[in-house]
């Protein structure tokens, strides 16, 4: 994958499930590693090991969901957010003791990070950036709907006997037998006819 702020072509291994105890569940290890930086630069985010930078991330995003490419784009998508909390740290320094007593210790935190988020507010304030504005396109016409003519179904005319096979002479027609109540037809010379076979 290529790190979009970079440009930098990052190799990402997935390392499988690792176990650490019954209390906590199964975490992936997934590892990325990408070219080290030239001689004398110094490394912040990583391990240099020879020519190469590894970083270790460790999840529990399920392998059918979520692939490593997806895993590190979630982390490198906060990566504003960690610089202003990297800023925070070093600016207010909240971790530091400053009181004698568990509740007056949490008191200046809670303090300190009102303070944090106070500076950034009237901070954007200050500045007179105008926000963007979507301008949204007129709507358009629905099409008009066009209703496809139906044709009219053909109609047939009443059955009709057929008639002597060829017109030979000596033959008779279909209207010559009688139909009689039980399905069978009855010839002139009076003997039953039932039908046997059809063909197509």
Same mark, same amino acid.
């Given at each position: 994958?290529?790190?979009?702020?970079?440009?930098?072509?990052?190799?990402?291994?997935?390392?499988?499930?690792?176990?650490?105890?019954?209390?906590?569940?199964?975490?992936?290890?997934?590892?990325?590693?990408?070219?080290?930086?030239?001689?004398?630069?110094?490394?912040?985010?990583?391990?240099?090991?020879?020519?190469?930078?590894?970083?270790?991330?460790?999840?529990?995003?399920?392998?059918?969901?979520?692939?490593?490419?997806?895993?590190?784009?979630?982390?490198?998508?906060?990566? #504003?957010?960690? +610089?202003?909390? =990297?800023? @925070?740290?070093?600016? %207010?320094?909240?971790?530091? $003791?400053?009181?004698?007593?568990?509740?007056?210790?949490?008191?200046?935190?809670?303090?300190?990070?009102?303070?944090?988020?106070?500076?950034?507010?009237?901070?954007?304030?200050?500045?007179?950036?105008?926000?963007?504005?979507?301008?949204?396109?007129?709507?358009?016409? #629905?099409?008009? +709907?066009?209703? =496809?003519? @139906?044709?009219?179904? %053909?109609?047939?005319?009443? $059955?009709?006997?057929?008639?002597?096979?060829?017109?030979?002479?000596?033959?008779?027609?279909?209207?010559?037998?009688?139909?009689?109540?039980?399905?069978?037809?009855?010839?002139?010379?009076?003997?039953?006819?039932?039908?046997?076979?059809?063909?197509?």
């Amino acid at each position: 994958m290529t790190q979009v702020s970079t440009n930098e072509a990052v190799e990402v291994f997935d390392g499988g499930w690792l176990s650490l105890n019954e209390a906590m569940p199964p975490l992936r290890v997934i590892v990325a590693r990408h070219r080290a930086p030239e001689s004398g630069k110094k490394v912040s985010v990583g391990k240099c090991i020879g020519e190469w930078v590894y970083e270790v991330f460790i999840t529990t995003l399920p392998t059918d969901g979520f692939l490593v490419e997806d895993v590190l784009n979630l982390y490198h998508g906060r990566g #504003a957010f960690e +610089v202003v909390l =990297a800023d @925070e740290d070093v600016e %207010e320094d909240p971790d530091r $003791w400053c009181s004698y007593t568990e509740c007056g210790q949490e008191l200046w935190q809670i303090t300190c990070q009102w303070v944090w988020n106070l500076r950034l507010a009237l901070g954007q304030e200050m500045q007179t950036d105008t926000l963007r504005e979507i301008e949204w396109a007129a709507a358009k016409e #629905a099409p008009s +709907v066009f209703v =496809a003519a @139906e044709n009219t179904p %053909e109609e047939y005319g009443p $059955w009709q006997w057929a008639r002597p096979f060829g017109g030979a002479t000596g033959r008779l027609g279909a209207e010559s037998f009688t139909l009689q109540d039980n399905g069978m037809l009855r010839c002139p010379a009076g003997a039953s006819l039932w039908l046997s076979e059809v063909r197509a």
